[in-house]
């Protein structure tokens, strides 16, 4: 099974950049996904690491490295909108199924 | 395309009832999954289907059955209502390694 760790919440103010961190225990790990839920609604897919290394879309930019089981987002440009809960989730073999963490609720003040 | 589709929106059901939550999907996936989202506790897979015809047990399973009726329908039923049912149900459809959730039944057992 997995397990993830991401902090509860993190705040920043506009125009700044905020990194969330998550870590995991695994077995069977295929990659990282960050997905982004705005006042419990949908969660939305951000992002996936497959592979170690940096990957960038836009404002967001997601890392993973493998040896260290660990994982981060990256927000530029903070904008309001931006406040939600961001759930990291490792992908398990063969792309079945996802488990994800607990969630870091992020706080945009102006 | 309507993407994920959930009915109802909310429910309130009285211990020991039964329901069915209904999700459909318009993007021809395989794989489809319902999930429950508890305060702090992130999302919690229930039940996944990775193709037509099969179902399998994902991390909190008791208490809740399934069916995957067609490629675009996956339902989800209580059998006996239970206080700790009380949460928020999503369903979700995959391609690859990105997962689109549908807008979420909120259930209430009292």
């Known amino acids: 099974g997995q397990s993830l760790e991401q902090p509860s919440e993190v705040t920043a103010v506009e125009g700044a950049i905020v990194q969330i961190n998550c870590t995991y225990q695994t077995s069977g790990f295929y990659g990282l996904s960050w997905y982004q839920q705005h006042d419990g609604g949908a969660p939305t897919f951000l992002s996936y690491n497959a592979l170690d290394g940096l990957e960038e879309t836009g404002r967001f930019s997601s890392f993973l490295s493998r040896s260290d089981s660990y994982g981060y987002l990256l927000l530029q440009e903070l904008q309001m909108k931006d406040s939600a809960s961001y759930f990291c989730?490792?992908?398990?073999?063969?792309?079945?199924?996802?488990?994800f963490g607990k969630g870091t609720m992020l706080l945009v003040s102006p | 395309n309507a993407g994920v589709t959930q009915t109802p929106k909310f429910q309130v059901l009285k211990t020991g009832q039964s329901m069915t939550l209904q999700c459909a999907q318009d993007m021809n996936h395989n794989s489809m999954y319902w999930y429950r989202q508890d305060p702090g506790m992130g999302l919690r897979l229930i039940y996944y289907?990775?193709?037509?015809?099969?179902?399998d047990k994902g991390e909190v399973p008791n208490g809740y059955n399934v069916s995957r009726l067609n490629k675009r329908e996956f339902s989800l039923r209580l059998e006996s209502a239970a206080p700790s049912q009380t949460s928020v149900y999503f369903c979700a459809s995959s391609h690859i390694y990105e997962q689109y959730f549908g807008p979420g039944t909120r259930l209430t057992v009292t």
């Open positions: 289907s990775a193709s037509e015809g099969t179902t």
């Open positions: 989730a490792a992908m398990n073999s063969g792309y079945s199924t996802l488990t």
